[in-house]
């Protein structure tokens, strides 16, 4: 949770007196009507009025304590105690998660609050009374457990943040239920927040379990709907309706953060002895057009911001193919099983971009990208936007490409060795099928935004077992243009008898500036 931590804190305030309906259940602690035809126009309402900030103030015992020195007791939960596959448990307030949500358990159409008790914690490591705290504190976030099981399936904790895991219990990237301005030069990212759930109380032996969610915001407000089934790939089927209170610039719908420090391609960091840490090695994306692409993500020294024109798109994800222990080396954190996300929509999402943010980080403890769908049309105030859409976490998404896929990618020094006469930069870029190989000639398609391409060549990798899958290997130079650092945007794919064997290879290149290109 560490490297979340920093995020997520820097959330926006919550929902203050807005939730009309919602203050005067809490109050009188009675059951009221509830469905998501309220909740969504309670969302609408709220977006016509403006926003106000609840308090985020807390007693100063709760201030100067971390999230980790105080737990929920497991017999405690939601649901703990009746015929369910699921329970819930609940995150305390404290110095890092300061605002607060209000919960609801949702029974035969019918809501009651869940009122936060101190007996629900345990304080032993810190120190704290706890008849001294006020009933009033609420939570911060909750947490999922199915099946008996005390590890985390599922947890929304910080702004609109939330993780899951598939099923082998690793936890990795993570998902947000809405991005504003995110990574826009000169504009303060804005962070909605889930402000209000409702969770409705699943029948016995259910394997699935629904929740809503009110959002809010300055910029807007939404009504979320998850229905959540646990597997070996976790999938969530969300339905989201947006009330934007002013225009939006740069509305990222299903965003998914996630963070690389280095990796093969990206060695500017590369500092530890790990050889790779990442949760996440690529950004891969299914178009509307029906083509594939990889695009590996990066750790650049500035912010890097990219978007891929799109209509329709199919899905789209950040995955960490990389399943390879040894290249990271890593046996107590375990980078090589962290689940991937995909994002498959489930609605027509029409024109838009798909978008990365890629942030500068020194070290593993930040979450530096950032994914998600933004839409041409521009985002107005009085507006109904509609998304439905369903995540798969997952060690491997549903759908693969039926080309070969990327595997891994390399930079160096280009040229021809000992006889440089100018600065190029190589890409070894190799991809893996299921397939074998073609019997006509393989040949590289490479095209740049900007200078020149050199010593292209493509070829089948002849190592390893013969009984394994087929691998290709594509090696090209890039000479840039100039002496500038303006990017170089490069795309590539291999064909052969005229059609494609592979999926489509993207990267965004930042050539060294002129006097760090050594020809050695």
């Not at 959330?11 to 909740?39: C, I, M, Q, Y």
């Not at 090695?281 to 020294?301: F, K, V």
């Not at 060549?457 to 290997?473: E, F, M, N």
Request: proline fraction near 8%; charged fraction near 25%; hydrophobic fraction near 40%.
């Amino acid at each position: 949770m560490r490297r979340r931590d920093f995020i997520k804190s820097a959330s926006l305030g919550l929902l203050a007196s807005g939730l009309a309906r919602g203050t005067r259940v809490f109050a009188e602690n009675k059951p009221v009507a509830f469905d998501h035809a309220w909740l969504a126009s309670r969302a609408r309402a709220l977006a016509a009025k403006p926003y106000v900030k609840r308090s985020r103030e807390l007693p100063k015992t709760l201030v100067e304590l971390d999230w980790d020195q105080f737990h929920f007791r497991p017999e405690r939960a939601l649901w703990a105690k009746l015929d369910s596959r699921f329970a819930v448990e609940f995150f305390h307030r404290s110095k890092l998660f300061r605002d607060r949500i209000d919960v609801f358990e949702v029974v035969n159409g019918r809501a009651t609050p869940i009122t936060y008790d101190p007996g629900m914690f345990d304080y032993a490591r810190s120190n704290l009374r706890a008849d001294t705290l006020p009933r009033e504190i609420g939570f911060a976030g909750l947490r999922l457990t199915f099946d008996r099981d005390p590890r985390d399936l599922t947890s929304f904790l910080g702004a609109s943040y939330f993780r899951a895991v598939a099923g082998n219990y690793q936890w990795g990237l993570s998902a947000r239920g809405l991005a504003v301005n995110s990574g826009m030069p000169g504009r303060t990212e804005e962070f909605p927040m889930f402000t209000s759930f409702w969770l409705e109380r699943p029948a016995p032996g259910a394997g699935s379990l629904v929740i809503h969610a009110l959002l809010e915001s300055e910029s807007i407000t939404g009504a979320y709907r998850f229905a959540i089934t646990p597997g070996t790939t976790q999938v969530m089927d969300i339905e989201a309706t947006l009330y934007p209170r002013k225009a939006i610039d740069r509305l990222g719908i299903a965003p998914g953060t996630s963070m690389f420090q280095c990796g093969e391609n990206d060695k500017r960091m590369a500092y530890d002895v790990r050889p790779e840490i990442h949760d996440s090695d690529g950004l891969a994306m299914w178009t509307g057009n029906g083509e594939w692409i990889w695009r590996p993500l990066t750790n650049p020294a500035a912010v890097s911001w990219n978007a891929f024109v799109d209509q329709k798109p199919r899905g789209f994800g950040l995955l960490q193919r990389d399943r390879n222990f040894e290249n990271y080396q890593d046996d107590e954190i375990r980078y090589d099983p962290r689940p991937d996300l995909w994002v498959e929509p489930r609605s027509d999402w029409g024109k838009g971009t798909i978008q990365l943010v890629e942030i500068p980080t020194v070290d593993e403890t930040f979450d530096n990208i950032v994914s998600f769908f933004c839409p041409e049309q521009p985002v107005k105030p009085g507006q109904e936007l509609k998304y439905a859409y369903r995540l798969h976490w997952a060690l491997n998404p549903p759908v693969v490409p039926p080309l070969a896929r990327t595997s891994a990618t390399r930079l160096g020094l280009g040229g021809p060795l000992g006889k440089r006469k100018h600065y190029s930069g190589r890409f070894m870029v190799d991809f893996t099928a299921n397939a074998p190989p073609p019997s006509a000639a393989i040949e590289p398609v490479v095209l740049v935004s900007r200078g020149a391409v050199e010593l292209a060549s493509a070829r089948v990798l002849k190592i390893g077992d013969a009984a394994g899958p087929t691998r290709y290997r594509a090696v090209f130079d890039v000479v840039p243009p100039d002496d500038s650092t303006a990017q170089i945007e490069i795309r590539m794919f291999l064909r052969s008898a005229g059609q494609p064997l592979t999926e489509t290879w993207l990267y965004h290149w930042v050539p060294p500036a002129a006097n760090d290109r050594k020809l050695l």
